[in-house]
C-alpha cells in the first residue's frame, strides 16, 4: 500500500514490490517497475526529518544516480512551509537545492565547457562539472518519475561561495537547481537509518 504523504505529488514507488505509480485525480495506477537500490551506507531514509534555515522538511522520496565516478542520492524533502526541494548527497557531501526559474537563455549541454561562466537570475555561476549520468532507481514519493536507466545530461556550476547550482539537461527546457552546501549536523536531522558501524 502506498499513501501520499504530499498533495501536489504525482508519483510514487512502492516499497514493497518496487512498481512505480501515478495519482491522477483518485486514481492510482501502475506504469512500471523500479530497479533495485544500491546499498551506499547513507545514514539517510524516507522519513528523515530535519530542518533547513529553520524550516523543519522530511524526506519523502530518493533518486539514486550513477555516473563516471559513482553515485549519488537526490532525497525529496517536503517542506512544512509547504515547498519542496531537494538533498543532494554524495560522499558525505549535502547540497540543498530547490528548482528555480531563470530569466536568462541558458547555454545548450553541448556548448558547455569546464570553466565557463553562466549568468542565472543576474548571479555568475562557474561550469565545475559536466557529465551525463544515469537513474538507477527511485523509492518513495517524487515530483515526477524517472524510469531505471533514464540519461540525464548534468552541469554542476558554483559560485564563489557555498552556492552552487545544477542544470538538468534531460527536458526540452532545462531545469535549473540552486542552493548551497550544508554541514549534516547542521540540519539537525531525525529518524536517521541505524548504521551497525555506529553501534
Given at each position: 500500500?502506498?499513501t501520499f504523504?504530499?498533495?501536489?505529488?504525482?508519483?510514487?514507488?512502492?516499497?514493497?514490490?518496487?512498481?512505480?505509480?501515478?495519482?491522477?485525480?483518485?486514481?492510482?495506477?501502475?506504469?512500471?517497475?523500479?530497479?533495485?537500490?544500491?546499498?551506499?551506507?547513507?545514514?539517510?531514509?524516507?522519513?528523515?526529518?530535519?530542518?533547513y534555515q529553520?524550516?523543519?522538511?522530511?524526506?519523502?522520496?530518493?533518486?539514486?544516480?550513477?555516473?563516471?565516478?559513482?553515485?549519488?542520492?537526490?532525497?525529496?524533502?517536503?517542506?512544512?512551509?509547504?515547498?519542496?526541494?531537494?538533498?543532494?548527497?554524495?560522499?558525505?557531501?549535502?547540497?540543498?537545492?530547490?528548482?528555480?526559474?531563470?530569466?536568462?537563455?541558458?547555454?545548450?549541454?553541448?556548448?558547455?565547457?569546464?570553466?565557463?561562466?553562466?549568468?542565472?537570475?543576474?548571479?555568475?555561476?562557474?561550469?565545475?562539472?559536466?557529465?551525463?549520468?544515469?537513474?538507477?532507481?527511485?523509492?518513495?514519493?517524487?515530483?515526477?518519475?524517472?524510469?531505471?536507466?533514464?540519461?540525464?545530461?548534468?552541469?554542476?556550476?558554483?559560485?564563489?561561495?557555498?552556492?552552487?547550482?545544477?542544470?538538468?539537461?534531460?527536458?526540452?527546457?532545462?531545469?535549473?537547481?540552486?542552493?548551497?552546501?550544508?554541514?549534516?549536523?547542521?540540519?539537525?536531522?531525525?529518524?536517521?537509518?541505524?548504521?551497525?558501524?555506529?553501534?
Amino acid at each position: 500500500m502506498v499513501t501520499f504523504v504530499a498533495q501536489t505529488t504525482g508519483y510514487a514507488v512502492c516499497d514493497a514490490c518496487q512498481s512505480m505509480l501515478v495519482r491522477q485525480n483518485m486514481e492510482v495506477s501502475r506504469i512500471g517497475q523500479s530497479a533495485a537500490l544500491q546499498e551506499d551506507g547513507t545514514p539517510l531514509m524516507l522519513g528523515s526529518a530535519g530542518a533547513y534555515q529553520k524550516v523543519p522538511f522530511e524526506i519523502i522520496g530518493r533518486i539514486q544516480v550513477q555516473y563516471s565516478f559513482g553515485f549519488w542520492n537526490e532525497w525529496f524533502c517536503l517542506y512544512a512551509n509547504g515547498n519542496q526541494g531537494w538533498l543532494g548527497e554524495s560522499q558525505g557531501n549535502y547540497f540543498a537545492n530547490f528548482q528555480t526559474q531563470v530569466a536568462e537563455r541558458l547555454p545548450a549541454f553541448e556548448d558547455l565547457r569546464r570553466g565557463n561562466n553562466i549568468p542565472l537570475n543576474g548571479r555568475l555561476f562557474c561550469v565545475t562539472q559536466k557529465q551525463k549520468a544515469q537513474v538507477i532507481g527511485c523509492e518513495g514519493e517524487l515530483p515526477f518519475i524517472m524510469h531505471s536507466g533514464y540519461k540525464a545530461p548534468l552541469v554542476d556550476l558554483k559560485t564563489e561561495t557555498v552556492v552552487g547550482a545544477t542544470i538538468d539537461y534531460s527536458e526540452d527546457t532545462p531545469l535549473v537547481f540552486i542552493g548551497e552546501t550544508v554541514d549534516f549536523d547542521a540540519l539537525g536531522f531525525s529518524n536517521l537509518r541505524e548504521i551497525e558501524a555506529w553501534s
